[in-house]
């Protein structure tokens, strides 16, 4: 019976200590996450995980609000060099060469195992995945994802005489009835589009719009200097400057929401992101619609997408991966597309009982995925951050009348092209 004492007082021991200090058992994930449009999405992202921690008590998530992308991108480095890394993060979408260069983050295809996860895989829409594979593998799962839109005030319409029901469909009916809706003294101009923060990605609208993409898919190559794209910038150039239908110079694109909100404006070209926010705290009736077209429709997706970290055990990795098959499922990318204005990131969020309810109360709701059709990738490459500083400083040296945009656009293609030759 000693032998039979011994063994029962070891088990009741060894299952006091388990009981006393349960985490001991779970898994740790660190993710770091971001915010770009501003209001309370640190909320609803720290719910979801807490929904997530309490259907899987074996794994903890300890998510940490790191500021706009860019703080997003050099905090989870920083952890990465410092022996202190994240296993998985929120980063931007288009960070995807910079991280591959690194040797920073892993192939989603090299951690899937099963029939279901590959298929998972695939169940994304496509236009939202171009920013997140290359090389035939996939490297991002899209998570707080955009395209861009247009807000704008009906009441404002109605004031000046112009149908509320039908927005500007081509540049040229913008630059019509944004004439119309600007006012002498300077209370309301007819349109704004943001030219601070991510200058580039508006500039990707109005390029896809004049029929020019900014890059090709490999992240070596950039089109800075063509015809269309310059044409593109001259024409962002003259809403200020020759039409006067926005202020000339830079729009700052933290603000801007909030000058549409004060009525300030009575279009503004800005994320699906702020949907949500512009409906609970517009006190006018406003209208969201697909941006205006020169050649064609366009709009770059944004955003920003889920990847794992190399640094990260197997157990890690498999945990890593139960969060954001969570986090990405189409009841919770129903329910952050209803509490954002962020895009569903697949068919099926758009399938969801809840979601179908809520376009069909609020249609405004499905113009960013519509739009998703005429959706190209944002501007990523390989050193995507001084291309895209290159670019920026060009866009806005042409909109201050530093540079004219044929000479600022040179310079920047002629940049990229030192920076990028290597890499083919």
């Known amino acids: 019976m000693k032998p039979l004492k011994k063994l029962l007082g070891a088990l009741s021991i060894a299952a006091m200590c388990w009981s006393a200090n349960p985490a001991a058992a779970a898994t740790e994930l660190t993710m770091y ?128 005489g112009l149908d509320p029901e039908a927005p500007p469909q081509t540049w040229d009916e913008l630059v019509e009835m944004g004439k ?36 090709n898919d490999s992240g070596d190559t950039t089109f800075f200097d063509d015809p269309a794209v310059v044409e593109a910038l001259q024409f962002w150039y003259d809403l200020g400057n020759t039409h006067q239908i926005m202020p000339a110079g830079t729009i700052e694109w933290g603000t801007l929401r909030q000058n549409f909100l004060e009525g300030k404006t009575a279009i503004m070209w800005h994320s699906t992101g702020n949907l949500t926010a512009v ?65 569903g990131i697949s068919p099926a969020a758009y399938q969801n009982e809840a979601l179908v309810n809520y376009v069909e109360e609020f249609p405004y709701a499905a113009v960013a995925r519509d739009q998703l059709e005429f959706a190209t990738a944002e501007l990523s490459t390989y050193q995507t951050g001084r291309v895209r500083k290159a670019l920026d400083d060009a866009i806005q040296a042409a909109l201050t009348g530093a540079a004219t945009p044929e000479q600022a656009l040179g310079e920047a293609q002629a940049v990229a092209e030192r920076l990028l030759k290597p890499y083919r």
């Open 33 to 160: 996450y971001p915010v770009a449009v501003g209001g309370p999405l640190t909320a609803i992202v720290d719910s979801m995980v807490a929904d997530f921690m309490t259907e899987n008590p074996d794994i903890t998530v300890n998510a940490i609000y790191a500021g706009n992308y860019n703080d997003a991108r050099i905090k989870a480095l920083a952890a990465l060099n410092s022996g202190q890394p994240a296993q998985t993060s929120v980063m931007f979408s288009i960070d995807l060469y910079e991280l591959i260069e690194q040797d920073a983050i892993v192939a989603f295809d090299d951690i899937v195992t099963t029939d279901e996860e590959r298929a998972w895989l695939d169940s994304f829409y496509p236009a939202l995945m171009e920013n997140g594979t290359t090389g035939g593998k996939t490297w991002g799962i899209p998570f707080q994802r955009s395209t861009i839109v247009m807000y704008y005030n009906k009441d404002a319409f109605r004031a000046a």
């Open 180 to 215: 119309k809706l600007t006012k002498e003294d300077g209370s309301q101009w007819g349109a704004m589009i943001p030219s601070t923060g991510y200058p580039y990605w508006m500039f990707g609208a109005l390029t896809m719009q004049n029929g020019q993409v900014l890059m």
């Open 279 to 343: 409906k609970d705290n517009a006190t006018f009736d406003f209208g969201v619609a697909m941006l205006p077209a020169s050649e064609r429709r366009g709009t770059p997706t944004g955003g920003g997408n889920f990847y794992i970290f190399k640094q990260t055990t197997p157990e890690e990795r498999t945990a890593a991966m139960k969060l954001i098959k969570f986090m990405t499922s189409p009841e919770r990318s129903a329910e952050w597309s209803m509490k954002t204005g962020y895009v």
